[in-house]
């Protein structure tokens, strides 16, 4: 196990991809221990990493609303993929894990979740679509990645967002994960008010505005 003890937030209302992007930034600088938040979308999306071109990202993907990420990687859609985050605070020894071992970790855990899926051993070419080339210890099905994730590190600890897509999971695919992940865990439908609050004022601030989407 990676974590003694693990908190799941089963996050039961969709939201704008914003407002998403906000939660997930607001539990990692608020959480105590790592959790681990599974969530939807309002309405069909695509999350870019930091460093994407946004008028680049929106000729390929109109008809989308468009959400720059916090952390780095490529394009991914969400709508129909199963969308988690994973937030570490800066105290625990896995956040201070080298970014190759702390991924491939995560993934061996969920590998094992996903009917005939195995890691990835190699990186396989380069385009900005996440799911169009796999890395290594990203998750794959026979020749196609259904699994990836991007990663942040910083003063607050780890944070790890990850999509599912293009396979079959199972129903109760959150708290099997949440098990492999840890030796107890604490589910929770309601992410705590201090976070909501936070995630209210960075989506108005940051993620829903103009200058963030398009500042590269």
Request: net charge neutral.
């Amino acid at each position: 196990m990676l974590f003694e003890q693990l908190d799941l937030y089963l996050d039961p209302l969709p939201h704008e991809g914003g407002l998403n992007m906000a939660l997930d930034e607001a539990m990692a600088r608020g959480a105590s221990r790592p959790s681990l938040r599974v969530y939807t979308w309002l309405r069909p999306s695509v999350s870019f990493g930091y460093f994407g071109r946004h008028r680049e990202v929106a000729g390929r993907w109109t008809g989308r609303d468009l959400v720059r990420r916090w952390t780095g990687g490529g394009e991914v859609p969400h709508g129909e993929d199963f969308t988690y985050t994973l937030a570490v605070p800066a105290d625990h020894p896995f956040a201070r894990a080298a970014v190759r071992d702390s991924y491939q970790a995560l993934h061996a855990a969920l590998a094992p979740l996903l009917p005939g899926a195995r890691l990835a051993t190699q990186d396989e070419g380069d385009a900005p679509a996440c799911f169009a080339h796999p890395v290594v210890a990203d998750v794959m099905v026979a020749a196609q990645k259904v699994a990836g994730a991007a990663q942040r590190r910083g003063t607050f600890g780890l944070l790890h967002q990850g999509s599912i897509q293009g396979t079959h999971w199972p129903e109760d695919l959150a708290l099997r994960l949440a098990r492999n992940l840890a030796s107890e865990v604490r589910a929770f439908e309601k992410l705590p008010e201090l976070w909501q609050t936070a995630a209210a004022t960075l989506a108005a601030e940051k993620y829903a505005t103009s200058a963030w989407l398009s500042r590269r």
